[in-house]
């Protein structure tokens, strides 16, 4: 089992910038990549961005040259967002793949408006 909690999200202006955070928990040593995604209302969940357990990342051509996935330790995911647009409001949810079992946590708002 692995466990996931997002935290971070929030109202924020368009060209602002957030930084969301999951914290990973459980049977972490199994994990094979972790990664962010994101549902806007009426919308399929879409891949934000991606990072494999040996630090291969992929970026949704939407976010790319703006948003960054870190994975400070195996323990804590990140997601810097800048230069954000209207268009990137959605839930934000952080994802763990086991290859096998994929998890997901709560999801965590994100508004870009003025």
């Known amino acids: 089992q692995v466990q996931l909690v997002e935290s971070g999200g929030g109202l924020v202006q368009p060209g602002g910038s957030l930084r969301l955070s999951c914290a990973v928990s459980?049977?972490?040593?199994?994990?094979?990549?972790v990664g962010w995604y994101r549902q806007a209302p009426g919308k399929q969940r879409e891949l934000v961005a991606r990072?494999?357990?040996?630090?291969?990342t992929n970026y949704a051509d939407s976010v790319k040259g703006r948003f960054t996935i870190s994975r400070v330790n195996a323990n804590t995911l990140y997601l810097q967002m800048n230069s954000l647009k209207p268009e990137d409001t959605a839930v934000y949810y952080c994802n763990a793949d086991q290859r096998v079992l994929v998890y997901w946590g709560q999801g965590t708002q994100v508004t870009v408006s003025s």
């Open positions: 459980g049977s972490i040593s199994s994990i094979y990549a």
């Open positions: 990072i494999t357990l040996g630090g291969n």
